[in-house]
């Protein structure tokens, strides 16, 4: 029972996050919108991931993200193996095409790249620096998969959302994200939850620095 809970609060709050990330982009322009090179990009690297571990079977040995062994490339390659089973490794796929696409399109495509490669490195560093365990406890993926990333990811459409949104049913969704994923942490140990509220934070930080550099620049002009 235990699992199944974990899991479907795990979907839940990914849905959550899809459905602020389509908010924000606007559900009818996505017909019109640009390839979102940068979530291709990202998909791509991720399939070729399991194509690699489905012909190479040293492939999660040499690559995942366990500190046990060494490697300084652990950390960044682990993200694109998979290690969730077939449905597993399908949820991770889709949600981060999904959550990729949705994030290039508001932030663009570098941003995206840079708020994902974020998503690898900063959750385990701020762990360490909260004293909340040795290594990376808000890691949910067991050393390996792209859910951690996804999730941080798609958290930072629901900050997006709920700072331009005035629509009391979009604020609670919005805010409704960090607030579950705390509760998740909390109540499960659910390490997606924690990394979402990490994403959300982040941000907060990133739309504050875009707006007074716009400002800064605007001055200037």
Known sequence: MGAIVFNVT????????????????GRDTLRGRPLPWAAI???????????????????MDALDGDPAKSGWWREFTSVFMQNGGLFGDLWNLVTLAAVAALAQWYWGGTLTLVLFLLGIVLPGRIDGLLGLGDGPSTDPRNFAGSSGATYF??????LAF???????????????????GLAM????????GLVSVYGF??????????????????QTA
């Open 10 to 25: 795990t979907a839940a709050l990914m849905v959550m996050m899809v459905n602020c990330g389509l908010g924000v982009v």
């Open 41 to 59: 990009a990202l998909t791509v690297v991720a399939v070729g991931g399991v194509v690699l571990q489905l012909v190479w079977s040293g492939a």
């Open 201 to 218: 934070a982040l941000a907060a930080v990133v739309r504050v620095v875009r707006s007074r550099l716009v400002r800064s620049t605007g």
């Open 162 to 180: 709920l700072a331009r949104t005035r629509v009391p049913k979009e604020i609670a969704l919005a805010a409704g994200v960090p607030v579950l």
């Open 153 to 158: 990811l798609g958290a930072t459409l629901a």
């Open 185 to 192: 942490w909390l109540a499960q140990d659910n390490g997606h």
